[in-house]
């Protein structure tokens, strides 16, 4: 039974709650690297959500993701607006991630939080 159903996976499920690390494009503008909570707003929403209305590409690093497409409100600023969450004015909030961590997926079906990194 588990053997089918990896066969038929067709996506790695390491990521449904770790945090992915974000850092292409991070500490060349002198921020730190963004650690998102994929744990969080998977337990909240299905994946259709971000992965199709958003835009969000399913594979962790396919996605370039600028700070001004989150104020135009693409990807993360469709929701982070300081309507339904907090805004992208709060750069601390995202931005928790320690100097020098690369990006990819960190932890699996545990997390030790946000800038625990």
Sequence with gaps: MFTLFMLLAPFSIQAEYGDIV??????????????FPHWFHRIRY???VC??????KMRAGDNIVRMSDIIEGKFCGMCHNNQIAW????CELCHTGKPGLQSGIIGG???GGPGRW
């Design 51 to 56: 992965h199709s209305e958003l835009g969000f």
């Design 87 to 90: 805004g992208a004015d709060r």
């Design 109 to 111: 079906n545990s997390t």
């Design 22 to 35: 974000l850092n292409k494009q991070a500490e060349k503008k002198d921020m730190r690297p963004v650690i």
């Design 46 to 48: 299905n994946c259709k």
